[in-house]
Nanobody, 120 residues
Framework: QVQLVESGGGLVQPGGSLRVSCVAS????????MGWYRQAPGKQRELIAS???????NYADSAKGRFTISKTGAKNTVLLQTNSLKPEDTAVYYC??????????????WGQGTQVTVSS
């Protein structure tokens, strides 16, 4: 089994910044890609940013220029730096991973989510 654990959410004022992190652990052979999604109340979950094992990144239009996804030196960890936050960025942010597990099957996993609230 694989676990994804997010951390770093919270309450921030408009214009502020937050960094959320996601650590994958368990029966991992290789991580193909990791990404961040968010879901606001009454809305569908949407992809915000993703990064492949080779470092290729992809961003939603709403995130371009404000959010940065990156991998850290720590194994199987991905960060999402969010800047210039707006009230409409308020949502539960979920980590997602495309993983080859140790028995060579390709599987997809979700974290439990971390709340980001942008409000004055």
């Amino acid at each position: 089994q694989v676990q994804l654990v997010e951390s770093g959410g919270g309450l921030v004022q408009p214009g502020g910044s937050l960094r959320v992190s996601c650590v994958a652990s368990g029966s991992i052979f290789r991580i193909n890609a990791m990404g961040w999604y968010r879901q606001a109340p009454g809305k569908q979950r949407e992809l915000i940013a993703s990064i492949t094992s080779g470092g290729t990144t992809n961003y939603a239009d709403s995130a371009k220029g404000r959010f940065t996804i990156s991998k850290t030196g720590a194994k199987n960890t991905v960060l999402l730096q969010t800047n210039s936050l707006k009230p409409e960025d308020t949502a539960v942010y979920y980590c997602n991973a495309d993983i080859i597990v140790t028995d060579m099957r390709r599987e997809y996993y979700w974290g439990q989510g971390t709340q980001v609230t942008v409000s004055s």
